[in-house]
């Protein structure tokens, strides 16, 4: 403790302070570590729970002994179990997202069911069953179907009921497609439904349309989406800009239209009647006794007179030629179209002589306005109007900026990187701590020899050394004549002079004398034992 006490007073302010910093650094580092080892690596076991299903796993997780930490609607526990507790739960049927399904008409029993009371039970556990199916969707979140299906009892022949899918994703929309398919899905469980009676309802953009029930703005998106895509393949990324606009019929409109042509006519009826008449007329003579005999005695004698006539009449019905045409037109019909694309300059120079963008030629923006004009299905009698214009941007937007590639510390957590600093400062603190000395002593023992030579005057009173002192205190050995080999050997010790007293070899030996006291006293004590032995 003696050797450290004066290891300290021995040192400069300066040594002193890069002790001390060296200890604490060490000190923290070790402390660091330590605590790092000791501290639980935490794993996501489940995000974005409401809070009923959160109060269920946290009271399992509790129950099995892991430690856990909550953090906003994430739950996170230790990572070596989580796997682990993840099938527990899922034994449990935790979490519930999509609610009871079939199960429920499993707790039903015959005593005190009533129909009613089934069929809301049997549609309960249809909608719940629904909901799981939809969960499947790898960018759904949480699902929830409603199913409005009125009772098919009395003398109603239709049953056909309506249903809505609310649907909350994780980030990425739900697409057309995807919400035609669910509305498949949902009227083909449920007897009487079609598709077109089920709305998907996404929790951020709304209804979702189906590709033959698209909206203005989704009509927009599309158009200016293909067009944009067709831009940028000429001109680069991010050098065209496309803004479209669709004016739709907003109200219903029927039409009926009817045409008369004088010059023509058209037989409507006809009808043609035709009448014959035969008559025959006979004189008799004077009435005697032998006319009214059998054998009609003079009716021979008696004139006859014949009649006969025929008659036809036709009629027929004309009407002139009328033609009746009748247009109705639907909310949603496209009644004008504007469109216009501004593209970026291309590199050119100025009339000073400076880099600078120009317009494009004018040719090139014909060319691109013919691609827009059939991209979009421009149509001049109804009013379109596409507009192309080349002019220079003032920066870039950043949608066409390039993605960079990911490095190997982007790839890294940020506790990885603590961990990584926390390493490196450690080894250059203990390579500081371990090679300091060692450079130090190297130093000194080419210092060393430097100390004492015989070039300087001797000291009174004392022989002249045969070797130098630096060197038998450096060798651990004194080499003095009729002296014998006194170990010095020590811990290091800083030999450094003074730069003042550098050039005066008496007074490095008084300051080598001061600081090795111990040493100096075994070297006299010595010199006198053999002065009083001779």
């Known amino acids: 403790m003696q050797k450290l006490l004066d290891y300290w007073t021995a040192r400069s302010a300066s040594q002193r302070v890069t002790l001390i910093a060296a200890f604490a650094l060490t000190f923290l580092a070790v402390a660091g570590f330590a605590w790092a080892s000791s501290r639980t690596d935490m794993a996501l076991l489940y995000g974005g729970l409401d809070g009923a299903q959160s109060g269920e796993i946290m009271e ?19 990572a070596a179990r989580r796997d682990q507790l993840r099938m527990t739960l899922a034994g449990l ?14 707790g039903m029993s015959g005593f005190g069911t009533t129909s009613q009371m089934f069929d809301a ?54 697409e057309r497609a995807q919400a035609q398919a669910l509305r498949f899905l949902v009227s083909s469980g449920v007897p009487g439904m079609t598709p077109d009676r089920v709305t998907v309802i996404d929790s951020v953009r709304g209804v979702v349309a189906a590709a033959d029930e698209l909206g203005p703005a989704d009509r927009e998106s599309d158009l200016k989406t293909n067009v944009q895509r067709m831009l940028e393949s000429h001109v680069g990324p991010g050098n065209a800009i496309v803004e479209l606009n669709i004016a739709v019929q907003t109200e219903a409109e029927s039409l009926t239209e009817q045409r008369f042509d004088p010059s023509a006519r058209a037989l409507v009826s006809q009808e043609s009647q035709e009448t014959s008449d035969n008559s025959t007329n ?41 033609t009746t045409r009748e247009v109705v037109t639907q909310p949603g019909a496209t009644r004008r179209l504007t469109v216009a694309v501004m593209v970026n300059g291309v590199p050119g120079t100025d009339p000073q002589g400076e880099a600078t963008l120009v317009p494009r030629a004018q040719a090139e923006l014909d060319a691109l306005r013919e691609l827009v004009a059939s991209a979009v299905g421009f149509d001049e009698a109804r009013g379109d109007v596409i507009t192309v214009k080349s002019l220079p941007f003032a920066a870039l937007s950043g949608d066409g900026t390039l993605a960079e590639r990911a ?29 300091r000395p060692v450079l130090r002593g190297r130093a000194e023992a080419k210092a060393a020899p430097l100390l004492l030579d015989d070039s300087g005057p001797a000291v009174p009173g004392l022989p002249a050394p045969a070797a130098p002192i630096g060197m038998a205190m450096a ?27 550098a050039a005066d070899p008496v007074a490095r030996l008084r300051e080598l004398m001061r600081e090795r006291q111990q040493d100096s006293l075994r070297i006299l004590s010595g010199w006198i034992d053999d002065k009083e032995k001779a």
């Open 93 to 106: 049927g935790l979490p519930n997202a999509g609610g009871a399904g079939y199960e429920i008409l499993d």
């Open 475 to 501: 060798s651990g050995v004194a080499d003095l004549p009729g002296l014998p080999a006194i170990s010095i050997a020590g811990p290091d010790y800083d030999f450094t002079p003074p730069p003042a007293q």
């Open 60 to 78: 399992e997780v509790e129950k099995s002994g892991v430690p856990y930490q909550v953090r906003g609607d994430s739950i996170w526990v230790d």
């Open 407 to 435: 490095g190997p510390l982007d790839r890294l957590d940020p506790n990885s990187l603590i961990r990584l600093a926390l390493v490196g400062l450690f080894a250059l603190v203990i390579a500081a701590v371990v090679l």
């Open 282 to 322: 006979q004189s008799g003579g004077p009435v005697t006794a032998s006319s009214n005999l059998p054998e009609g005695g003079d009716a021979a004698d008696a004139e006859q007179n014949r009649a006969s006539s025929s008659e036809t009449r036709q009629v027929s019905n004309y009407e002139v030629s009328r």
């Open 121 to 174: 039970a049997y549609w309960r556990a249809k909608e719940g069953e629904l909901a799981r199916t939809i969960l499947a969707l790898p960018n759904v979140k949480t699902a929830r179907v409603h199913l409005a299906v009125p009772s098919g009892r009395g003398y109603r022949r239709e049953v056909a009921g309506t249903a809505s899918v609310t649907l909350t994703t994780n980030g990425a929309p739900v």
